[in-house]
């Protein structure tokens, strides 16, 4: 498989997103900037499939007993971790909180977060929309400084 194509199917997954997705892409000699828009274009493409998600089949799957205790787990999670952000600076707060490039505070949670406190689709889009384009810039920027770094320690 093409290192662009493993770049975006990582940047799709949970947890690791564009914060993977990225520095694999670049590691692998892609230019940066198809791998800035690659990577941030497929995570973005996670939140309307997340809301569809929530939206639909989640009403199914709550029905499986591992699935719902899984689930209220990760949503008390998501709760605490989103709350002081989401309820005190609204629309502004997710994007600050998906835009932080750590594990499990991307489009995923950011999107789960809009859905938990029943936040307008729409500018919730946008919103974490935002949030993955800087943490996009964030992430390929730490990569290009971190690896001009090291190559010119080594020289």
């Known amino acids: 498989m093409s290192a662009i194509i493993n770049a975006i199917l990582l940047s799709l997954a949970p947890i690791a997103e564009l914060r993977g997705g990225i520095p694999l892409a670049l590691a692998s000699g892609i230019d940066p900037v198809t791998a800035y828009l690659a990577c941030v274009a497929a995570n973005i493409l996670i939140i309307p499939i997340v809301f569809l998600f929530l939206g639909t089949l989640h009403n199914l799957f709550m029905k499986i007993p591992v699935y719902k205790k899984r689930f209220d787990r990760f949503l008390e999670k998501t709760h605490k971790k989103t709350h002081k952000k989401v309820e005190k600076f609204g629309y502004i707060g997710l994007t600050i909180f998906v835009m932080i490039p750590l594990?499990?505070?991307?489009?995923?949670?950011?999107?789960l977060a809009a859905w938990l406190f029943g936040m307008n689709?729409?500018?919730?889009?946008?919103?974490?929309?935002?949030g993955v384009i800087i943490a996009g810039i964030i992430v390929t920027?730490?990569?290009?400084?971190?690896?001009?770094?090291?190559?010119?320690?080594?020289?």
Do not use: D, E, H, V
């Open 103 to 111: 594990p499990i505070t991307g489009a995923y949670t950011g999107t």
């Open 141 to 155: 920027a730490a990569y290009l400084t971190g690896a001009q770094a090291l190559t010119w320690a080594l020289q």
């Open 121 to 130: 689709k729409t500018r919730s889009f946008f919103s974490i929309a935002l």
